[in-house]
C-alpha cells in the first residue's frame, strides 16, 4: 500500500514550497504552471484549461483578467520563451515577478523591486526546476519549484 500511495504522489504534478508576502498579502499558492514565457503560482486550485487569463501586461487599477478574487506570483520573460539561467529582476532585466490581487472586481498589481530567478534545467513541455526570491516594497515572496508545462499558458 505505501508503495501505491508514492507512486501517486510522484505522479500528482508540479511541487514548490513557495513562501511571503507582497507587503499587503501573505500568499499561499495552490497551483503552479510555466508555459510560453511565464512562470505562474496562484492561491486558487486552477487546472491548465483554468489558465488562459495569463497575460504579458499587468497594469495596476485595469480591468482584472480573471473573473474571480485570486493571488498569483507571475513571472515573466521580456523577450523569450523560458530559458535556463539565473537573472535579476528590477529595471530594465529580462525578467519580471508581479505579485497580482484581484479582490471584489479590483486589481492590484506589485511589482518586485529586486532579486533573483534561478532556473535551473527546462525539460519542454514537462518540467521547469528552480528558485527565486523577491523583494516587493514592502514585503518579500521567495521558493523553490518543479512545476508542469500547460499548454494553455501563451504568450
Known amino acids: ?8 504522489a510522484c505522479q500528482s504534478g508540479s511541487t514548490y ?4 508576502t507582497d507587503g499587503y498579502s501573505s500568499f499561499n499558492p495552490s ?8 512562470i505562474v503560482f496562484t492561491n486558487k486550485e486552477q487546472d491548465c484549461m483554468d489558465m488562459a487569463w495569463v497575460q504579458r501586461t ?3 487599477g485595469e ?4 473573473e474571480s478574487n485570486l493571488q498569483a506570483l507571475q513571472i515573466t520573460f521580456n523577450e523569450s520563451d523560458v530559458t535556463e539561467g539565473s ?3 528590477g529595471g530594465e532585466a529580462p525578467v519580471k515577478a508581479e505579485f497580482l490581487n484581484i479582490s471584489d472586481g479590483t486589481f492590484g498589481v506589485s511589482k518586485a523591486t529586486e532579486g533573483t530567478l534561478e532556473v ?5 513541455e514537462s518540467f521547469v526546476t528552480g528558485a527565486f526570491n523577491f523583494a516587493f516594497s514592502e514585503g518579500q515572496i521567495s521558493g523553490t519549484y518543479d512545476i508542469e508545462w500547460c499548454v494553455n499558458i501563451k504568450t
Not at 514550497?17 to 511571503?20: A, L
Open 1 to 8: 500500500m505505501l508503495v501505491f500511495l508514492s507512486l501517486i
Open 17 to 20: 514550497d513557495v513562501t511571503g
Open 31 to 38: 497551483t503552479a504552471f510555466f508555459g510560453a514565457s511565464f
Open 58 to 60: 499587468n497594469m495596476d
Open 63 to 66: 480591468d482584472p483578467p480573471y
Open 87 to 89: 537573472f535579476s529582476v
Open 120 to 124: 535551473d534545467s527546462i525539460e519542454d
